[in-house]
């Protein structure tokens, strides 16, 4: 499996898995042992346990950068991501590994997944919304919408 087709979560979880020391430098303008590492770790977990980790990596984010994290959901990151201190060195290393071995294309389509009901809709999957369809003449429309939490960007569940 090339580094270039894993995206920036992806190869976090897979540094995270590698036998990269917690407490690593960067040797140099191109660190070729980071590339191995991250190679080892995907090699390790294997491709769907990687990608999937990587969903659920990403799904924390997007509630944790909303303050929206549940105790519930924080226990299962916590599981799956023991050392916070190697999970941050995991990302921030990943994000340099952009410079070597830049991100295909298709690698950067991964679904942020939420491990837990949805504490926004509890998991129903849409919203009762309200939507300005002309603010000058007042018209506006009500009624349900994809939730803005855990369904993707096109609204398709």
Known sequence: MLVEDLSGMERAV???ASDMPTDYRLQGPVD??????ISQGAARLGREETRRRASYLLGH????????????IDRRHNERFPSARRL??????????YFWAPV??????????ID???????????LWAR??????AEWYEEGYGPCWVCQPEDGAA
């Open 32 to 37: 070729t042992t980071l590339i191995g590492w």
């Open 131 to 136: 939507w300005v369809i002309d603010a000058e």
């Open 104 to 113: 295909a294309p298709a690698a950067r389509d991964i679904p942020a997944v």
């Open 14 to 16: 897979a540094l995270y």
């Open 116 to 126: 837990g009901p949805c504490p926004k809709c509890d998991d129903a999957g849409k």
């Open 61 to 72: 984010r997007k509630l944790w950068l909303r303050d929206m994290t549940t105790p519930e």
């Open 88 to 97: 941050k060195l995991a990302e921030s290393m990943a994000s340099t590994s």
